[in-house]
């Protein structure tokens, strides 16, 4: 029988003291028996989801400018993805598309090499998650190229897993315990215009950077003829929200092009229309070799995919491979949310992003606490500091500003050291765009005061 499910609030609404308590009963359960290794920054037990709103398991109502950290695209159970998945699921749950056919993993497929900005043909690797992209990409980078070393970014992010926590240099307590980690990665800094490192300006942080990896790293440490790869997200994502200048990217394009180093974009976090483009390099005009995607392209099932040039993604039959990799339901819902990015959300996020962004820099004339803004589309950074010349870090008061949100309905993430991301599904209309800037404005009055 159908039970029919009342309508949500399309604004925030909070009932009960939070965490409430149903919420409170669950998290108590959930600290005996899950791993403390997961981070949460407040007590949100969700009970369902509707476009941007998300209630909670006491009945209070919150705006979500989280989208479960940047995955849930098309919003909150969109119903043209959920028929795509419930559609898929009567028919077949899994066949292994590693040693399978089926046709929804061609589609997508299919459909990858008509979105990413890469000419000439690609293919697609499919896995589970982000880190699980970024491993195909690291394997087939040294594959291909038959060269060991790998040159990342500090304060990137690139997951979890051996060979990608390797590359990650975010947090130090993602690292801290697990070593040693795989042999032959370089760190280089990364051209964040706000801070800029090694004594560069906003202006020259670029080159500066690009200068490093020519000037330090290829003189001093590894040749470039024997580096495989330069795995960069075209915005630091966990990093803060730091977009990278166009100029960075398209220079490390010529340095990679010139030493038959394979350049791959993450754009775990940054793609699928998030940044107001499909993917985040577009901006730039930069072609990589190879994309990590994962997070946003299956509105919240399980998906991660290496894209690479056609002529690079030349391994043999069980050179690598995933069980669960590719699942015809998570290709299905993957295929639902292209179209529907396609249709209108990249738009969207463009817009409303603007919005969002407009509100959140006027914001800044009032809150001493705000640092700096900055982003693409609806992947935007807040970055509190204490004092503006000094620019020291408002950590503490971050992660009051993010409590203080949540008590008022608002859902938004920390990301770096001391910034605020907001994420939100694509679907975010301007009205909602104000109330986040509202509540935004008075959590950090409250922590101002
Ligand atoms: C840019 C980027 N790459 C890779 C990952 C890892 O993805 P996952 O957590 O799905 O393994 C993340 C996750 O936050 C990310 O932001």
Same mark, same amino acid.
């Given at each position: 029988? &159908?039970?029919?499910?009342?309508?949500?609030?399309?604004?925030?609404?909070?009932?009960? +003291?939070?965490?409430?308590?149903?919420?409170?009963?669950?998290?108590?359960?959930?600290?005996?028996?899950?791993?403390?290794?997961?981070?949460?920054?407040? +007590?949100?037990?969700?009970?369902?989801?509707?476009?941007?709103?998300?209630?909670?398991?006491?009945?209070?109502?919150?705006?979500?400018?989280?989208?479960?950290?940047?995955?849930?695209?098309?919003?909150?159970?969109?119903?043209?993805?959920?028929?795509?998945?419930?559609?898929?699921?009567?028919?077949?749950?899994?066949?292994?598309?590693?040693?399978?056919?089926?046709?929804?993993?061609?589609?997508?497929?299919? =459909?990858?090499?008509?979105?990413?900005?890469?000419?000439?043909?690609?293919?697609?690797?499919?896995?589970?998650?982000?880190?699980?992209?970024? &491993?195909?990409?690291?394997? #087939?980078?040294?594959?291909?190229?038959?060269?060991?070393?790998?040159?990342?970014?500090?304060?990137?992010?690139?997951?979890?897993?051996?060979?990608?926590?390797?590359?990650?240099?975010?947090?130090?307590?993602?690292?801290?315990?697990?070593?040693?980690?795989?042999?032959?990665?370089?760190?280089?800094?990364?051209?964040?215009?706000?801070?800029?490192?090694?004594?560069?300006?906003? =202006?020259?942080?670029?080159?500066?950077?690009?200068?490093?990896?020519?000037?330090?790293?290829?003189?001093?440490?590894?040749?470039?003829?024997?580096?495989?790869?330069?795995?960069?997200?075209?915005?630091?994502? &966990?990093?803060?929200?730091?977009?990278?200048?166009?100029?960075?990217?398209?220079?490390?394009? =010529?340095?990679?092009?010139?030493?038959?180093?394979?350049?791959?974009?993450?754009?775990?976090?940054?793609?699928?229309?998030?940044?107001?483009?499909?993917?985040?390099?577009?901006?730039?005009?930069?072609?990589?070799?190879?994309?990590?995607?994962?997070?946003?392209?299956?509105?919240?099932?399980?998906?991660?995919?290496?894209?690479?040039?056609? $002529?690079?993604?030349?391994?043999? +039959?069980?050179?690598?491979?995933?069980?669960?990799?590719?699942?015809?339901?998570?290709?299905?819902?993957?295929?639902?949310?292209?179209?529907?990015?396609?249709?209108?959300?990249?738009?969207?996020?463009?817009?409303?992003?603007?919005?969002?962004?407009?509100?959140?820099?006027?914001?800044?004339?009032?809150?001493?606490?705000?640092?700096?803004?900055?982003?693409?589309?609806?992947?935007?950074?807040?970055?509190?500091?204490?004092?503006?010349?000094?620019?020291?870090?408002?950590?503490?008061?971050?992660?009051?500003?993010?409590?203080?949100?949540?008590?008022?309905?608002?859902?938004? #993430?920390?990301? $770096?050291?001391?910034?605020?991301?907001?994420?939100? +599904?694509?679907?975010?209309?301007?009205?909602?765009?104000?109330?986040?800037?509202?509540?935004?404005?008075?959590?950090?009055?409250?922590? &101002?005061?």
């Amino acid at each position: 029988m &159908e039970t029919k499910i009342a309508e949500m609030a399309s604004s925030p609404d909070i009932r009960t +003291p939070l965490p409430g308590p149903r919420a409170k009963a669950i998290i108590d359960r959930d600290h005996s028996v899950v791993s403390p290794s997961y981070t949460r920054s407040y +007590p949100l037990v969700i009970a369902r989801g509707s476009g941007a709103m998300v209630e909670d398991v006491d009945g209070n109502v919150f705006l979500d400018c989280a989208a479960g950290i940047a995955v849930n695209s098309t919003g909150h159970s969109h119903p043209a993805v959920v028929k795509a998945i419930t559609d898929q699921a009567q028919k077949f749950l899994h066949m292994s598309g590693t040693d399978f056919y089926y046709e929804p993993q061609v589609r997508l497929a299919e =459909e990858l090499a008509a979105i990413t900005p890469i000419q000439g043909g690609v293919r697609s690797f499919f896995g589970n998650s982000g880190t699980e992209a970024i &491993e195909a990409c690291l394997k #087939l980078s040294r594959y291909a190229t038959g060269r060991q070393n790998i040159i990342a970014f500090l304060g990137g992010f690139h997951g979890r897993s051996m060979g990608s926590l390797s590359l990650t240099a975010s947090k130090v307590i993602q690292r801290r315990g697990f070593g040693p980690l795989m042999p032959g990665v370089y760190h280089a800094p990364f051209p964040d215009r706000y801070r800029p490192p090694l004594g560069a300006t906003a =202006e020259s942080c670029a080159a500066v950077c690009i200068d490093y990896i020519e000037h330090q790293l290829f003189t001093h440490l590894v040749s470039p003829d024997e580096v495989a790869a330069i795995v960069v997200e075209p915005v630091q994502g &966990e990093g803060g929200y730091v977009v990278a200048p166009d100029e960075f990217l398209q220079r490390l394009r =010529e340095l990679t092009r010139q030493h038959g180093i394979l350049l791959v974009a993450d754009e775990v976090q940054s793609g699928m229309g998030r940044s107001g483009k499909m993917f985040a390099i577009e901006f730039t005009g930069v072609e990589p070799d190879m994309m990590a995607i994962a997070k946003g392209i299956a509105s919240g099932l399980p998906l991660g995919v290496a894209v690479a040039r056609a $002529g690079i993604m030349a391994w043999p +039959p069980g050179a690598h491979a995933s069980t669960f990799g590719g699942n015809p339901v998570s290709c299905a819902a993957a295929l639902a949310t292209i179209a529907l990015l396609e249709d209108r959300l990249v738009a969207n996020a463009a817009d409303v992003g603007r919005h969002l962004m407009d509100g959140l820099k006027a914001l800044a004339c009032k809150h001493p606490l705000i640092g700096d803004v900055r982003g693409r589309g609806l992947m935007i950074g807040v970055e509190l500091v204490r004092d503006r010349q000094t620019k020291e870090g408002a950590t503490h008061e971050r992660d009051m500003v993010v409590n203080g949100a949540f008590r008022r309905g608002l859902l938004v #993430l920390g990301a $770096g050291k001391n910034a605020i991301r907001f994420s939100p +599904p694509l679907v975010l209309t301007r009205e909602q765009a104000d109330t986040a800037i509202r509540i935004f404005d008075e959590a950090l009055t409250e922590v &101002e005061r």
